[in-house]
Nanobody, 120 residues
């Protein structure tokens, strides 16, 4: 089993920056990827950025050039830094772990979510 603790978020002015952090614990070796997703009211939850255990990184098109995902060497903490924030970035941000239980079988483990509000 794995657990996550999220931190960061809050109220930010348009054009500002913020950082989110997610610390994983438990069976770290089973984690295939770590990342952040977000969900705005009335919308589906979607990817913001993710990084696999091999270091492959993906960003949503909407945040490319404004987001940076990083991970510590122990592969237990993933950080997301976003700059030039826009009101459209307002959402609940969720830490996501993709946990591989058996080779080829992966499930999603979610954090509790943290609210990010960007004021115009």
């Amino acid at each position: 089993q794995v657990q996550v603790v999220e931190s960061g978020g809050g109220l930010v002015q348009s054009g500002g920056s913020l950082g989110l952090s997610c610390v994983a614990s438990g069976n770290i070796e089973s984690i295939y990827a770590m990342g952040w997703y977000r969900q705005a009211p009335g919308e589906w939850r979607g990817l913001v950025a993710s990084i696999t255990r091999d270091g492959f990184i993906r960003y949503a098109d909407s945040v490319k050039g404004r987001a940076l995902i990083s991970r510590d060497n122990a592969k237990t903490t993933v950080n997301l830094t976003m700059t030039n924030l826009k009101p459209t970035d307002t959402a609940v941000y969720y830490c996501n772990l993709k946990v591989e239980t058996t080779p080829g079988t992966v499930y999603d483990h979610w954090g509790q979510g943290t609210q990010v509000t960007v004021s115009s």
